[in-house]
């Protein structure tokens, strides 16, 4: 039994460049890291679901082209065993229209692996990441 689930997306540009949030001081997890886009499944919503209604949540947009990338189990220290679905996918609207119709978090931005690795994320972001560039 997991206490929670979510699904996430990746979205990457030419370059491989990875499109991340900055999650503002007063959010309700992570605040001031920079981390992915999406969120909780909700009761009888499936991670396919969860991504397009967060997508369009935070983003305004309509994913389009995103593939399952993997799926993790991890324990959250005070929290509990959770479970994370990520996707990836290609970035098909400019950076700046992205950032006009960001609804959560405080600022969007496109970064290389060498770049993320410098940036306050969580362990779990960490690993994420790694095996994603690993690909």
Known sequence: ??????????????????????????????PNHWGLFGGTIEDNE?????LKRE???????????IKFF???EYLK?????QEKFVYVGPIKHKLEQLRKQQ???????????EEIKKLKITEHNKIVFKELFDK
């Open 1 to 30: 039994m997991y206490v929670k689930r979510t699904s996430v997306f990746i979205l990457r540009d030419e370059q491989g460049k990875v499109l991340l949030q900055h999650r503002d001081e007063n959010a309700p997890t992570s």
């Open 46 to 50: 499936t991670p396919d679901q969860t």
């Open 55 to 65: 997508a369009m949540e935070e983003l305004g947009i309509e994913l389009k082209d």
């Open 70 to 72: 993997k799926r993790y």
């Open 77 to 81: 220290k005070g929290k509990g065993r």
């Open 103 to 113: 609804k959560e978090g405080d600022d969007i931005g496109l970064f290389s692996y």
